[in-house]
T-cell receptor
Framework: NAGVMQNPRHLVRRRGQEARLRCSPV?????VYWYRQLPEEGLKFMVY????????ESGMPKERFSAEFPKEGPSILRIQQVVRGDSAAYFC?????????????FGSGTQLSVL | KNQVEQSPQSLIILEGKNCTLQ??????????LRWYKQDTGRGPVSLTI?????NTKSNGRYTATLDADTKQSSLHITASQLSDSASYIC???????????FGTGTQLKVEL
């Protein structure tokens, strides 16, 4: 009964390369959220997806960032042409239902380092 | 200014002792307040969720309180253990989904 699985745990990219972060939610969960944690800061909401749909992407930069949650397979957070400021821990969370009091289950995160 | 402020920033206590962590928030509207525990290198794990109408909630040795009038919350840890060493994060849900607002956490270290 695996929880939220994220991979890779650590990702190193050079400036200008692409980063692809994967998230497999808890089995049966259809709601996925991505959060970003910069050093010395709290987690910041990026995007909320439900199977095949982006529900709220208000926290995601308009350029270079995209997210998807296909019918089959994991959710993907894609960052094109990475810059040093993209270095952060990216956390994925999932829930089984949508609702203000629903508990979110977080993965262990992907630490992205941009050289 | 962060909408969720926590204090102290860090804390060291001896095993077996109790401690209380504080959280003040300005997030509005407000749906619920959560406390999470985050071990180094891991994702946050939910400890408690309190709605507007709840003023206390317990989860084992963890007891959270909420005063929605003064917009303050606390997390009390009883009989601390070495495994309690972690960052404790206060999180507010303004409602309308799970677009949570996180504090920066209190880093707790429990020593022998």
């Amino acid at each position: 009964n695996a929880g939220v699985m994220q991979n890779p745990r650590h990702l190193v990219r050079r400036r200008g390369q692409e980063a692809r972060l994967r998230c497999s939610p808890v089995k049966g969960h259809s709601h996925v959220y991505w959060y970003r944690q910069l050093p010395e800061e709290g987690l910041k909401f990026m995007v909320y997806l439900q199977k095949e749909n982006i529900i709220d992407e208000s926290g995601m930069p308009k350029e270079r960032f995209s997210a998807e949650f296909p019918k089959e397979g994991p959710s993907i957070l894609r960052i094109q042409q990475v810059v040093r400021g993209d270095s952060a821990a990216y956390f994925c969370a999932s829930s089984s239902l949508v609702g203000d009091n629903e508990k979110l289950f977080f993965g262990s995160g992907t630490q992205l380092s941009v050289l | 200014k962060n909408q969720v402020e926590q204090s102290p920033q860090s804390l060291i206590i001896l095993e077996g002792k109790n401690c209380t962590l504080q959280c003040n928030y300005t997030v509005s509207p407000f749906s619920n307040l959560r406390w999470y525990k985050q071990d180094t290198g891991r994702g946050p794990v939910s400890l408690t969720i309190m709605t507007f109408s709840e003023n206390t909630k317990s989860n084992g040795r963890y007891t959270a309180t909420l005063d929605a009038d003064t917009k303050q919350s606390s997390l009390h840890i009883t009989a601390s253990q070495l495994s309690d060493s972690a960052s404790y994060i206060c999180v507010v849900n303004p409602g309308g989904g799970n677009k949570l607002t996180f504090g920066t956490g209190t880093q707790l270290k429990v020593e022998l």
